[in-house]
Every structure is written in structure tokens, then in C-alpha cells.
């Protein structure tokens, strides 16, 4: 690889340390304490502020704003990070900030994500693979977003919320309560589930009996009516043969916020 391409437009703080290959557009700006990893494009007008440490073959489009400072009235200008993974896409006027002295410190995502224009990582979240955010999906304080997960435009998730793996939620959602894995949520005031994402298990690979296990814990817990302590009991039946459902129910057990139900 050759080393970094920096147009002479563009400031870049003598303590960045940027890897080979990065391309830097004009008007960007690199803040100290910033690591760029190989391959990385960082488009006109996005800025970068430290201490964050992202890795290689990202893309960050025009006018994304990465590493600022959290959204937290208790934020005292204490030293924290933002740390990317690989591979994830960043659209225009993007904004993911770093955490909070109070909430770990640190802002996490993982690889090959793609966060479409004017979505919103807030501070101290934790994001995992392959996930989809699309237009104005936003993310408050704290939440924790699993793999392969969807976010359709324009919804929102409360702070302290999780997401879990191949989740979808679907436009305009506004989510307060934690999603099991492989459910889909539809408006309606707040998010309510409506059945699980039974078309994205199977472009991901699922199996009809992967599938068939997962219908039958989603009925256990949503359409069987009965409380949740008789639900778990149920899920963990159908957990002795499902290890998705066994998934499924540790994530319930797990959680520390209502379950949305």
C-alpha cells in the first residue's frame, strides 16, 4: 500500500496517526489522538475528533461528524474514546460520539456496518457486525445493538435499550424496551413486535426447522397470553433442542430494562 493521501485543503493534527492508503479530502479535518487504519477514505467536510481509534477500509462520506463529544449534560470533559472496526460504511452528515466517564468510557462499533445519511450513534453504545441503520435511525445513550440487526429510517431507540442479533425495526418504530433477538417491531406509538424477521433469517442462511423453532418462542412469549415467568418456561423447552431460542431467551434473561411485550 502507499502511505496516506492528504489534500492540502484538509488539516490533519501532527499526532494523527493515519495508516497506508488513507485518503484524506479537502476540508477534512483530523483531530489529535486520532488512528486511522489502511485503506480508510475520509470524505470533504467530515471531521474527526480524538481520542478515537478506527480501523481499516472505512468510508466516511461528506460532512460526518465522528468522535465528538457526548450528548450528556454529566459529561465533564473527562478522557474518553470511540473505537471502529472495519469495513463500515458512513454516509453523509452521520454523527457517532465517544462515551462518558459514567457510562464505560467508551463508544463501540464493530465491522462492516453501514450507517446511511444522518443517523446518530450516541455515547457509550455498543454496536456489533454487519447491522444496517438506515436514514435518520437514531440510537440514544447507552444502547447495545446486536449482529445483523436492522434499524429502518427514522427510528428511535431509547437510552439503556438492547437490540439483539437480526432484529429488525422497522420505519418510524420509537423503541423503550429491549428486543429479544430475531424479532421485528412495527409503529405503532411505541414499537410493538409484529412476528419475527422471518424473510431476513432466511437470506442469512436460516434452516425451515431454525426458523420453525424461532416462530414457536415468539408465540410462547407474544401470542400465548400467558405471564412471562410461564413464557420463559416455555422457551426454555423449546430452548433444549434450539440453540437460537436458547440465544433468545438469555438475552431475555439478561436484561435489566422491560421487556417490550
Not at 71 to 98: M, P, S, W
Request: net charge negative.
Amino acid at each position: 500500500m502507499s502511505a496516506a493521501s492528504i489534500s492540502p485543503l484538509a488539516h490533519v493534527d501532527p499526532s494523527a496517526k493515519l495508516g497506508d492508503g488513507v485518503v484524506i479530502a479537502p476540508f477534512a479535518s483530523i483531530g489529535p489522538e486520532v488512528e486511522i487504519g489502511d485503506g480508510t477514505h475520509v470524505g470533504p467536510h467530515c471531521s474527526i475528533a480524538g481520542p478515537t481509534r478506527i480501523g481499516r477500509d472505512n468510508r466516511f462520506h461528506g460532512h460526518a461528524a465522528i468522535g465528538g463529544d457526548p450528548q450528556d449534560k454529566k459529561y465533564a470533559g473527562e478522557r474518553t474514546e470511540l473505537a471502529i472496526g472495519d469495513g463500515n460504511v458512513f454516509r453523509e452528515f452521520v454523527t457517532v460520539h465517544r462515551g462518558t466517564g459514567g457510562g464505560g468510557g467508551i463508544t463501540r462499533i464493530g465491522d462492516r456496518n453501514w450507517f446511511l445519511a444522518y443517523t446518530h450513534v450516541a455515547h457509550d453504545c455498543r454496536v456489533g457486525d454487519d447491522c444496517v441503520f438506515s436514514n435518520n435511525a437514531t440510537l440514544a445513550g447507552h444502547v447495545e445493538v446486536g449482529n445483523q440487526v436492522i434499524l429502518s429510517g427514522f427510528a428511535g431507540i431509547h437510552q439503556f435499550c438492547r437490540i439483539g442479533d437480526h432484529a429488525f425495526i422497522g420505519m418510524g418504530a420509537l423503541v423503550n424496551g429491549d428486543v429479544p433477538p430475531f424479532l421485528m417491531v412495527a409503529q405503532e406509538d411505541y414499537g410493538r413486535p409484529r412476528g419475527i424477521n422471518g424473510e431476513g433469517l432466511k437470506r442469512r442462511g436460516f434452516d425451515a426447522a431454525r426458523v420453525a423453532a424461532i416462530k414457536r418462542a415468539y408465540r410462547a412469549l407474544y401470542v400465548s397470553g400467558v405471564p412471562l415467568e410461564e413464557a420463559k418456561r416455555q422457551l426454555a423447552a423449546i430452548a433444549a433442542d434450539s440453540d437460537d431460542v436458547r440465544a433468545f431467551l438469555d438475552f431475555i434473561e439478561r436484561g435489566e430494562r422491560p421487556l417490550l411485550r
